[in-house]
DNA sequence: TTGAAAGCGCTAACAG
DNA sequence: CTGTTAGCGCTTTCAA
C-alpha cells in the first residue's frame, strides 16, 4: 500500500539502517548512497509514518491547544495566528473546543497525552489546576495563555489583564462617569480586570460600588441579559465596562432594546479588540490584546521549552494592552433632563 | 515512567494479551480477571497508548479539517459544531487553516496522513484537486463541506448554493432593484450561487449585467475595497448580493464611507448568517446555513465511510438555505431625487 | 560507511 | 479462558 522503510531500503539496495540515517541526517553515509535513497524516496513518493517515528520515543511534532469556546473570535482568532506559526515552526496543532466543561477538559488532556503531543497550550478559562498539577509533573511542557495565575508555576503569556482594567475602567472615569459598572468572565484574568477597575476608582479617591461588579461567561446573550438587569435599577449604571467584546455587544443590543442610545444614554467599552468591535455601529471602544503578538510568542515559549526540556526557568510574558477609542464611550451627559 | 500495558500485565498478574482484551473487550475472560485488570489499570492511571495501537494497524480515532481561514467566523462556528460533535463520538479533530493557500493545502495533506488521520473534512476553497484525487485512492475517505463539486466522485455537504444564489436575488428583485452587483468568492459554491442569480433574474426576464458579477476572496477589506469601485460607476448598483458576510460588512462600511445610507441608498445582502450578521446595525439580512446541522452531518457521514470502508456509496447531501431577513434591505426608492 | 538486531507499546492470530 | 509470539514502521546501538 503506502511506502514503508523497508521498500525504500529494498529498491535503493540498502539498509532500513541506512535509510533511517539518511531520513534523519544522522551518522555518516558516503555521498553517493545518499543521493540514491533521496532519489528513491522521492520516486516512491515516500513520507516516514510519524506515528511509527513517535513510538520510537522522538517528537510527534504536535501541539496541543484547549480552548473554551473557538467560536469565540478571541479564541479563533488567536487560535489562526497560534496554528500559522507552529505550522511554520514545522508543528501542527490540535485544537479542542472544550465548552466551558471541566469535564471536557480533563477528557481533552487524557486524550492529548495518549496522541504524545510535545506540548499543551491552555487558554483563559481553564478551571481544572489539578489535572495541570497532573501535566507539569509528567513533563509535558505546558503553557497558558491569557490567564495571568500566579499561583501555577507554568510559563504564562498573556496581557496585562490589570493595566487594561485600569485603562478602560480609567477612559469611562475620565468621561465623567462615576457608576460604572463590571461585566466580568468568571476567569481569573477577568478577576485582575476586576482589580484594575477599582484601582482605577481608587486613584480618583472614588469608592465603587459592588453591586456594579458582575460576573457571567462570555456570550452575546449573557451581555444582554445583564444589562437588561442593570437597567431596571433605580440608579442604572451610565457606563458598562465589559470584559469582552461578545458581552460588550450583548450589553449594546441590550440598552437598544431598552430604547437606549449609544453612546449618548450608555457608555460601553469592550476588551480583546476582536474583529467584532469593528463591525458594530458605532464601532466599539474597546481595550486591545496584541492577539498577533500574543499568539506567536506562545508558540515559541513552548516550542522553547521542548526543546530545552522542562529544567528552563518558567517565563511570565505579559503584552501592554492597547485603549481603541471608537464610538460608544462618550461624556458623561448631564442628568437633569 | 508512564505505565505501559507490561506494567499492568506485571502488576495484575497476567499476560499483556489479557490486558489488551479487556482494553478492547475482545475475547473472553472471566469476570474475576477482567475485574481485576481493570482495577489495577485504574490504580496505575493507565491509558493505552494512540501511538501504539495506531501503528498495529487500528485507527487513530482522529479527523482532519481543513478550513482556508479560521478566524472567518463562518469557518470558526463550523469547526465548533465538528469538534464538538466529533467528540461526542469518540473521535479528535486536528484543525488545520490553509490560508488560502495551495502550498499549505499540499503540506496539511501530507502531514495529516503521515499521522495517520481516519478520515479528512475538507471545505469551501480547497483547490487542488489532484491531491484530493491521489487521497481518494489512498482509500482514506475525504468528505467536501460546503463546496458543492459534482465533478469529483466524494461525499458532499453542503447547503443547495444554487437556491441559497436564486433565494438572495429574488428577494432583492422582488425589493424592486434589478441592478443588482453579486460579490463572490473565488470558489466553486459561490460560481454556483452566480448561477443561482443569473436563474433569479431570468425568472423575472431580466438580463443580468455582466459587469455586475465580481469575485474575489473574503473579507472586509476586500468588500469594502469592491464596493468603493462599484459606487464609483455612472450607474452604480442599487443593492449587492454578498456571498458571505465578511464580505457584506465590508460593502456596509464601504457604502457608509462614501456617506451612503443603508439600506435606503444600498441593499445589502449577505450569507452565511454568522454572528457577524446579528452585531451590526442595522442587523444583516443574509442567507443562512444550517451551520450546526451541516457540521453534524458531515461528522455523521465520515463516521460511517470510515466504518463501512470506502465501498460506501458516496453520498450528496444538500441543506436548504433560509432568507433571514433583518434590516440592510429595502425597497428600491424612486431614482428621481 | 554500512547493516543486523533489539525494542518502542500494542494487537491479533494461534496454542494450550 | 489465558499466554506466546510475531509483527506494525521506525530509531538506535553495536559490530563489521
Redesign the pocket.
Known amino acids: ?9 529494498k529498491e ?13 541526517q ?9 543521493g540514491k535513497v533521496l532519489q528513491v524516496m522521492k520516486k516512491m513518493n ?13 517528537r510527534t511534532e504536535t501541539l496541543g491547544l484547549l480552548v473554551p469556546d473557538i467560536s469565540n473570535p478571541f479564541f479563533s482568532e488567536i487560535a489562526k495566528t497560534i496554528e500559522n506559526h507552529a505550522h511554520d515552526k514545522g508543528k501542527s496543532v490540535i485544537i479542542c473546543s472544550t465548552n466551558y466543561k471541566q469535564e471536557k477538559e480533563t477528557k481533552y488532556i487524557e486524550l492529548l497525552q495518549r496522541k504524545q503531543i510535545d506540548g499543551l497550550i491552555i487558554t483563559s478559562g481553564f478551571q481544572n489546576k489539578d489535572l495541570l498539577q497532573q501535566m507539569i509533573t509528567s513533563k509535558i511542557p505546558v503553557i497558558i495563555l491569557a490567564h495571568n495565575d500566579p499561583s501555577l508555576n507554568i510559563s504564562v503569556v498573556s496581557v496585562d489583564d490589570f493595566k487594561g482594567g485600569f485603562m478602560a475602567t480609567s477612559h469611562l472615569l475620565s468621561k465623567g462617569h462615576s457608576n460604572i459598572a463590571i461585566i466580568a468572565e468568571e476567569v481569573k484574568s477577568s478577576t485582575i480586570r476586576i482589580l484594575g477597575y477599582e484601582k482605577a476608582y481608587e486613584s480618583k479617591n472614588i469608592k465603587p460600588d459592588r453591586g456594579n461588579i458582575l460576573r457571567t461567561t462570555a456570550s452575546i446573550e449573557n451581555g444582554k441579559r445583564i444589562i437588561l438587569d442593570l437597567l431596571s435599577r433605580k440608579i442604572p449604571p451610565t457606563a458598562v465596562f465589559a470584559c469582552n467584546d461578545l458581552i460588550a455587544i450583548g450589553v449594546i443590543q441590550g440598552a437598544r432594546e431598552k430604547g437606549l442610545n449609544i453612546p449618548d444614554d450608555l457608555s460601553v467599552i469592550g476588551f480583546d479588540n476582536t474583529i467584532l468591535a469593528t463591525t458594530t455601529v458605532p464601532a466599539l471602544t474597546t481595550i486591545a490584546q496584541p492577539i498577533e503578538d500574543m499568539g506567536e510568542k506562545v508558540v515559541d515559549v513552548i516550542i522553547d521549552e521542548i526543546e530545552k526540556g522542562s529544567e528552563t526557568s518558567k517565563k511570565r510574558i505579559l503584552f501592554i494592552p492597547e485603549l481603541i477609542v471608537r464610538g460608544t464611550t462618550s461624556d458623561l451627559k448631564d442628568t437633569k433632563d
Not at 500500500?1 to 531500503?9: G, L, P
Not at 544522522?26 to 545518499?34: A, D, L
Open positions: 500500500m503506502k511506502a514503508t522503510i523497508y521498500d525504500v531500503a535503493a539496495e540498502v539498509s532500513i539502517a541506512t535509510v533511517s540515517k539518511v531520513i534523519n544522522t551518522g555518516r553515509i558516503s555521498h553517493s548512497t545518499r515516500y513520507h516516514p509514518s510519524f506515528v511509527a517515528t513517535a513510538l520510537t520515543g522522538k
